[in-house]
């Protein structure tokens, strides 16, 4: 960002590259909408108009400018009146700051066009995947893939020209780990500790499940009393099978850890993990108090994906650095030669 600074005559030019960016960045957003919308139902991406979720009545290509339009009609639909969802501003306003602000952090006149660029493509994932996951609590392979894909063209990139690459400090090497860094660590913890707490401390219905069967191999029962006993069983296998095993990091929640450490280092993936377990346990606090005052019972899972896409958005920005700093601060100064003796 230090070239904003000194940029000498050029700042006008870098003014104009932000804007453009921008407006580049809200016109990918309206399209990031729809997949939002069409790619958790399965649904075509390019077949159908964009129509009111009201009336059915077709939008008007003057009615589809990202942005302007909503505001122009004030997020009202122009046939019926119906209100036209928020969301709809917020991720193309979200997507079109999220890449003008990559334009500001990555010196593109200096260090090139192409970090920057696909890290916008990233981005554009990241904001996809966050928000199918906060609706569905679902992640959509395609999209992963997508994200994967992004990341590995991202390091042969950087590792063929590291010069096109200068504004991305991260080494091929770094990379590979980061896909193993934070992705492992999920994998069994959501894996493995999480259903294992979870069957052997938590789950009633586990413990009573458990102590049946030990009850039906061990005790000479009579034919009604193992009838009986196996009715209670079969409920509880039922109830545990409803309320699912786990609740923890799901596979969508590995594969997009494993692309965010292939696209950024292993460095900002675990700052980025740190940010989203932070964040994730603040927003688990609130609902918490909020379902305490409501007088319900219990917190229900929620997404823990829009944490992580925050994380690796925030870490894309300054993750790298972040963790040398830490890394710094970790490291004991050696004494000086002169000091001794
Ligand atoms: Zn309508």
């Known amino acids: 960002m230090e070239h904003l600074f000194n940029s000498g005559g050029l700042l006008g030019y870098y003014i104009g590259i932000y804007f453009m960016t921008f407006l580049f960045g809200i016109t990918i957003g309206s399209f990031l909408n729809v997949c939002i919308y069409r790619l ?15 009336c059915g009545a077709y939008i008007k290509w003057y009615d589809l400018i990202p942005v302007f339009s909503w505001l122009f009609l004030r997020g009202k639909c122009r046939a019926c009146g119906s209100k036209i969802s928020g969301r709809y501003i917020l991720v193309e306003s979200l997507t079109g700051i999220l890449f003008a602000a990559t334009f500001v952090r990555f010196d593109v006149i200096v260090d090139g066009l192409i970090y920057p660029a696909l890290l916008c493509l990233f981005i554009a994932g990241l904001i996809v995947i966050g928000f199918e996951d906060y609706d569905t609590q679902e992640m959509t392979l395609g999209v992963l893939f997508y994200l994967t894909a992004v990341a590995a063209v991202a390091r042969i990139c950087s590792t063929l020209f590291p010069t096109t690459f200068r504004g991305n400090e991260v080494p ?11 992705s492992v660590p999920f994998l069994i913890f959501g894996f493995v500790l999480t259903p294992l707490i979870y069957c052997f401390i938590i789950s009633e219905d586990h413990k009573a499940a458990r102590k049946i069967k030990r009850r039906l191999k061990k005790e000479k029962l009579n034919e009604k009393e193992t009838e009986r006993l196996q009715k209670t069983l079969d409920k509880h296998l039922e109830e545990i099978k409803e309320t699912g095993p786990v609740y923890g990091f799901g596979m969508g929640d590995v594969i997009l850890m494993a692309a965010g450490g292939l696209m950024l280092g292993w460095k900002a993936t675990v700052v980025a993990a740190f940010i989203a377990i932070i964040l994730g346990a603040v927003y688990a606090l ?3 108090l909020k379902a305490k005052h409501n007088d319900e019972e219990g917190v229900k899972a929620f997404a823990f994906g829009p944490f992580l896409v925050i994380g690796l958005v925030l870490a894309s920005f300054f993750g790298t650095q972040l963790m040398d700093l830490y890394i710094d601060y970790l490291t004991v100064p050696q004494v000086p030669d002169y000091y001794i003796g």
């Open 40 to 54: 958790p139902a399965g649904e075509s991406l390019t077949k159908k108009n964009s129509h009111c979720m009201t």
């Open 172 to 182: 091929l090497i770094d990379g590979i780990i980061g896909m193993f860094s934070v």
């Open 286 to 288: 609130v609902l918490k």
